[in-house]
């Protein structure tokens, strides 16, 4: 079993700034790739961003130059750092992992997790 546990969800102003954590934990023998998505109220769940273990990132386009994201390899942490944060950011936000786990049998099984979702709320 594979966990996501996620933090830094609230209120904050137009313009203001968080930072979004997650954490994994369980039986992990690598982590491809880890990212954040959000769902808006009435809408479909979206990429915000994402990062490899080899450090390439994706963003979406409405978050480039505002959002950052960041990984710690070795404590299968990742972050994403928000600033310039605007009312249509407004989501829960949740973070996912996809990667390997090595079985009883030694043999290599993919996994996708996802976190239980932290709510931002952007207004004044």
């Known amino acids: 079993q594979v966990q996501l546990v996620e933090s830094g969800g609230g209120l904050v102003q137009p313009g203001g700034s968080l930072r979004l954590s997650c954490a994994a934990s369980?039986?992990?023998?690598?982590?491809?790739?880890m990212g954040w998505y959000r769902q808006a109220p009435g809408k479909q769940r979206e990429l915000v961003a994402d990062?490899?273990?080899?450090?390439?990132?994706n963003y979406a386009d409405s978050v480039k130059g505002r959002f950052n994201i960041s990984r710690d390899n070795a404590k299968n942490t990742v972050s994403l750092q928000m600033n310039s944060l605007k009312p249509e950011d407004t989501a829960v936000y949740y973070c996912?992992?996809?990667?390997?786990?090595?079985?009883?049998?030694?043999?290599?099984?993919?996994?996708?997790?996802w976190g239980q979702g932290t709510l931002v709320t952007v207004s004044s």
């Open positions: 996912n992992a996809g990667g390997y786990q090595l079985t009883l049998k030694s043999e290599y099984r993919y996994f996708e997790v």
């Open positions: 369980g039986s992990i023998f690598s982590i491809n790739v």
């Open positions: 990062m490899y273990s080899g450090g390439s990132t």
